[in-house]
C-alpha cells in the first residue's frame, strides 16, 4: 500500500484564526455565557417559584446553555444542520484534509479525532491528579491545616468528578475513535459528524466543571446526592451541567461506535475474526447507549429541582433522595464496566502480541464481556445497602453482584491461557498489562467484601471503598490506558517514544500505586471515613506514608509527560510501520495513516491472533482486484 | 457482507446503500437511548407515588393538580398520527413520499404547539410536588425530544423536495425517522395512561 499525500493549505497565521475554529467557539461559548444569564435574569423576573432561591439557578444553567451552544456554533457544528435543512446532500466529510489546524476546528477524520480525545482527555486528567496531589497534601495533618473542609471537599468533589467524566472517554475517546475502523477495515465512522461533537463537548464539560470553583464549590464527592445538590450553591450548576453533556457525549460515542462496528466491517471481517478489543468496545457501546441517558434525565432532574423549584427529590414537598440514589447509580454501576471493559479489551488485545500465542479462549472472552455487560444493569441496588433499602431486595443484588465475578474471571482466564508456557516479551505495553491483571485481581477481590452485605455495612463509606475502587480504576483503566498509549502511539504519532523512561515511568507507577492504595484498606478497616479532611491522630503515620507514595506516583505522570515531549518534540524518532510484529489490520497501513485509511477495502482472510499457527495465512488483502480503489 | 458497499466516492460522499444503513441502525439504537431517557422518569412516577413522601404525591392540601383531558388526547392523537403517517410514507412510493412526511412533520410540530398551550394554561406549576413535578418534566421534555425529531422530519422533506440525497437515502431516511416516531409514539401512551389515567 502506498500512503496518500494530505495536500496542505499553506494560509498567514491570522488568517487561520479567522473562521470556525476553536478561538471562534471560545468567544462566542464566553459571550453566550454573558447573554445567557441575563435571558436567565429576565426568565425568571416574572416567575415567583422560579426566584424562590437564593441564588439565580436560571440565569446559571442558561448561561450554561448559550455557552454551550456559542461553544458549537463557533466551531462550525451549525453549519451542517442548517444546510440539510436547505435541501444539501447528506455528506460524511468536514475538513479532512490540512495540516496542524485541523486538530483545533471540527474535523470529520476519526484519527484526528482520536489524537483531540488524547491530548483534550489527558489534559482534564492531569487537572484531576493535581486535585488529588492537594488533597494527600491536606492529609498530611489529621486537623484541618491547608484547606478549610469545605474546600477541602470541593477538591474531592472535582477531583472525582473530572476523572470520572474523562476516564469514560479514556480509552474509547482516543483509541476507539482512532482504532476501530482501522481494526475492522473501515474508512471513516458511521456519523463522523457525531463523533467530532462528542469530543468537542468534552471540553466543554471539563471548563464548565473548573468553573464550579468560582461559584462556591461542591457540597460532594463525584456522586452529587440529592438533597445537597439540590441545596447546595452555584457551583452545583455547574456539575449538573457538565455531567448532562458529559452523558449526551457519552452515549453518541456509544450510537456511533455500536453502528460504525456492526455496518461498516470489510467484507470477511466475520464476528469471530474481530479484534477481541472491539468486542470490549462493542460491549462498552451498549452500555453507554443505554446507561448515559438515564443519566441525562436524573441532572435533568436535579436541574428542574434547582432552578423550576420541582421537587422530585426532596421529601419536604413530596420528592425522595432515594430516587436519586437509584437513579443515579442505575447509570453509576453501569459506568463502572464502561471504564473496565475497553480495559479488558486492550489488555487481550496485547498479550497475544507479546506471547506470540494465539488469545486463549478468544470465545470464552466475548461471552465474559457480553456477561460483564448484561448483568452490570442487575447489580446497581448494592451501592444502597446501608441506605435504608427494603432488606428483601439485599440477597438479591448480593447474588447479581457476586455473579459478576464469574464472567470477569473468564478475562483472568484468557490471560493465564495465554501467559502459559510463553515465550513473553516484555515490553513496555506488556508490562502494563501484567500490571492491570495484579492490580485488577486485587480490586476485584476487594469488590467480594462491598457485594457482601454484612462485610459491607462495616466497610462502606470507609476508605475500604476508596482503595477498592482505585485498584479497579486507576489500577485497571488507567494500567490499560498507559499500554495501549505504549503500544499504539508509535502508529498514533509516528514517532518512537524512548523505552528507558517509559520502563521507569511503568515501574516508579506501579510500585507506589501499590504503595499509595494499598495502606488506605487498612485506613478503611480502622475507620477511616472518606471525604473528610480530619481523621483520627492515630492514623497519621498511615496518611503520611500514602501521601508520600501518592506525590511520588504523581511524579511517574511528569517523567511519562517528559517522555511524550522529549520524544514528540525534540528526539522525533520515525516509528516503523509494525514494529511490535503484530498481525493486527491496524498495523498493516502506513505510518502515518493516509486519510482514507486504506488505498482499496481490504478483504480479511484470517483472524487476529493466529501467531505460530502453521500455514496461517494473512490477516487481510489488501489488493483484491474485484475492489476499485479509493477515489477511482 | 457487500464488499462494494465500501468503496468511497471521490467527492467523499459516501456510498448511499452504506449511509442507509447506517441510519437505519443508528436510528434503531437512539430510539433505545430515548427509552432508557424516558424510563427514568417512569420510575420516577412509579416510587413517589407508592412512596407518597409526606402525602405529597398527588400535591399540596386543597391543591391537587389535575391537567386537562383534552389536551392529553390532542396531544396523543398528534403523536400517534405522525408516527403513523411517517411510516405510511416510508412504504409509499417515492413520488409520495414529500406529502405523507409534510403531514408527518406538521403533526408533530402540532403535538409540540398543544403542549406549549397546555403549559400556558397548566393551572398547576412544577411547584406542585410530586405529580406535578414528574408531569411538568415528562411532557416538557417529551415535546423537546419531539421538536428534534420534527427537525430530522425537516431534513426528510427537504431530501425529498430535490434532488441532492439519492433515493435508497431518502427511503432509509424516512423508514429511521419514522422508527424513532413510533417509539416515541409508545411513550406517549405510557405518558398519557401514567399522567392522566392513572395519575
Known amino acids: 500500500m502506498s500512503a496518500t499525500a494530505i495536500p496542505v493549505v499553506r494560509r498567514p497565521v491570522w488568517r487561520r484564526l479567522i473562521g470556525f475554529n476553536m478561538l471562534t467557539g471560545l468567544v462566542l461559548g464566553i459571550a453566550g455565557w454573558f447573554l445567557g444569564a441575563w435571558v436567565g435574569g429576565q426568565i425568571a423576573v416574572g416567575h415567583d417559584y422560579l426566584l424562590g432561591t437564593d441564588q439565580n439557578d436560571v440565569g446559571a444553567f442558561v448561561g450554561y446553555l448559550f455557552a454551550v451552544i456559542g461553544w458549537l456554533v463557533g466551531l462550525g457544528f451549525a453549519n451542517y444542520p442548517i444546510g440539510r435543512l436547505l435541501g444539501r446532500p447528506p455528506t460524511l466529510r468536514h475538513h479532512e484534509l490540512g495540516g496542524w489546524t485541523r486538530y483545533f476546528r471540527l474535523c470529520t477524520d476519526h484519527k484526528v479525532v482520536g489524537i483531540q480525545y488524547l491530548f483534550g482527555v489527558g489534559i482534564f486528567f492531569f487537572i484531576g491528579g493535581l486535585n488529588a496531589m492537594l488533597m494527600r497534601t491536606e492529609l498530611l495533618r489529621p486537623i484541618e491545616k491547608a484547606w478549610p473542609s469545605g474546600q477541602y471537599l470541593t477538591l474531592v468533589g472535582l477531583h472525582g468528578t473530572m476523572m470520572i467524566m474523562m476516564t469514560s472517554a479514556f480509552i474509547l475517546g482516543p483509541f476507539g475513535n482512532y482504532f476501530v475502523p482501522l481494526m475492522i477495515g473501515a474508512r471513516r465512522m458511521a456519523f463522523p459528524r457525531v463523533e467530532a461533537l462528542t469530543f468537542w463537548l468534552t471540553p466543554a464539560a471539563g471548563l464548565i466543571l473548573m468553573s464550579a470553583i468560582a461559584f462556591g464549590g461542591l457540597p460532594f464527592g463525584w456522586t452529587g446526592y440529592a438533597p445537597l445538590a439540590v441545596e447546595g450553591r452555584g457551583g452545583v450548576d455547574a456539575y449538573v451541567t457538565a455531567f448532562i453533556l458529559i452523558a449526551i457525549s457519552l452515549t453518541l460515542v456509544g450510537l456511533n461506535l455500536l453502528v460504525t462496528i456492526v455496518t461498516m466491517r470489510a467484507p470477511g471481517m466475520t464476528w469471530t475474526r474481530l479484534p477481541i478489543f472491539v468486542w470490549g468496545v462493542l460491549a462498552t457501546s451498549v452500555l453507554m447507549a443505554l446507561a448515559a441517558p438515564v443519566l441525562v434525565a436524573t441532572m435533568t432532574m436535579v436541574l428542574m429541582d434547582r432552578a423550576a423549584n420541582t421537587s422530585y427529590f426532596l421529601a419536604s414537598a413530596g420528592g425522595s433522595p432515594y430516587l436519586y440514589e437509584n437513579l443515579f447509580w442505575f447509570f ?159 502508529k498514533m504519532l509516528g514517532v518512537v517514544l524512548n523505552e528507558t523512561l517509559a520502563k521507569i515511568h511503568f515501574w516508579l507507577m506501579f510500585v507506589f500505586f501499590n504503595l499509595t492504595f494499598m495502606p488506605l484498606f487498612a485506613a478503611g478497616f480502622l475507620g477511616m471515613p472518606r471525604r473528610v479532611s480530619a481523621y483520627a491522630p492515630h492514623l497519621q503515620v498511615l496518611n503520611d506514608f500514602v501521601s508520600v507514595s501518592a506525590f511520588v506516583l504523581g511524579f511517574s505522570m511528569l517523567v511519562f509527560l517528559a517522555n511524550l515531549v522529549w520524544s514528540l518534540v525534540f528526539a522525533r524518532i520515525p516509528a516503523a510501520e509494525n514494529p511490535w510484529a503484530s498481525r493486527g489490520l491496524e498495523w498493516q497501513v502506513p505510518t502515518p495513516v493516509p486519510v482514507e485509511n486504506f488505498e482499496r477495502i481490504p478483504v480479511i482472510r484470517s483472524g487476529p491472533y493466529e501467531y505460530g499457527v502453521p500455514n496461517a495465512p494473512a490477516v487481510a488483502d489488501f489488493t483484491p482486484a474485484a475492489l476499485p480503489a479509493a477515489g477511482s | 457482507m457487500d464488499a462494494s458497499v465500501h468503496t468511497a466516492l471521490p467527492d467523499g460522499v459516501e456510498p448511499a446503500e452504506l449511509l442507509a444503513r447506517n441510519v437505519r441502525l443508528g436510528a434503531r439504537v437512539w430510539a433505545a437511548s430515548v427509552g432508557f431517557f424516558f424510563v427514568a422518569f417512569f420510575f420516577a412516577f412509579l416510587y413517589l407515588r407508592a412512596l407518597d413522601t409526606n402525602g405529597l404525591w398527588r400535591g399540596w392540601p386543597h391543591h391537587h393538580p389535575t391537567p386537562s383531558m383534552g389536551f392529553g388526547v390532542a396531544i396523543l392523537v398528534c403523536v400517534l398520527a405522525s408516527a403513523a403517517v411517517a411510516r405510511a410514507a416510508a412504504m409509499l412510493e417515492p413520488t409520495r413520499r414529500r406529502v405523507g412526511a409534510i403531514a408527518a412533520l406538521l403533526l408533530s410540530l402540532a403535538a409540540v404547539a398543544l403542549q406549549c398551550a397546555q403549559f400556558s394554561s397548566l393551572g398547576f406549576g412544577p411547584t406542585d410536588a410530586g405529580y406535578a413535578s414528574v408531569f411538568v418534566g415528562w411532557t416538557g421534555l417529551f415535546a423537546l425530544f419531539l421538536l428534534g425529531t420534527a427537525y430530522w422530519l425537516a431534513t426528510v422533506v427537504a431530501d425529498v423536495s430535490g434532488d441532492g440525497a439519492s433515493p435508497a437515502f431518502q427511503a432509509a431516511a424516512i423508514e429511521a425517522v419514522s422508527f424513532v416516531l413510533i417509539v416515541l409514539a409508545g411513550i406517549e401512551i405510557a405518558a398519557f395512561i401514567l399522567l392522566y389515567l392513572v395519575v
Open chain 1, 332 to 490: 453509576g454501576h453501569p459506568e463502572v464496566y464502561i471504564l473496565a471493559l475497553p480495559g479488558f479489551g486492550i489488555v487481550l488485545e496485547i498479550l497475544p502480541v507479546f506471547t506470540r500465542k494465539p488469545l486463549w479462549g478468544y470465545r470464552l472472552a466475548v461471552a465474559g464481556m457480553v456477561g460483564v455487560m448484561l448483568l452490570s444493569f442487575m447489580v446497581w441496588q448494592h451501592h444502597l445497602f446501608v441506605s435504608g433499602m427494603n432488606a428483601g431486595l439485599r440477597p438479591f443484588y448480593m447474588l447479581t453482584t457476586e455473579l459478576i465475578s464469574i464472567p470477569t474471571g473468564f478475562i483472568f482466564l484468557n490471560a493465564m491461557g495465554t501467559l502459559w508456557r510463553a515465550q513473553i516479551r516484555f515490553t513496555v505495553p506488556m508490562l502494563f498489562a501484567l500490571a492491570f491483571f495484579f492490580n485488577f485481581l486485587i480490586g476485584g477481590l476487594s469488590g467480594v467484601f462491598l457485594s457482601d452485605v454484612p462485610s459491607d455495612v462495616t466497610t462502606h463509606g470507609s476508605y475500604f471503598v476508596m482503595a477498592h475502587f482505585h485498584y479497579t480504576i486507576m489500577g485497571g483503566l488507567v494500567f490499560a490506558f498507559f499500554g495501549a498509549v505504549y503500544y499504539w502511539l508509535p
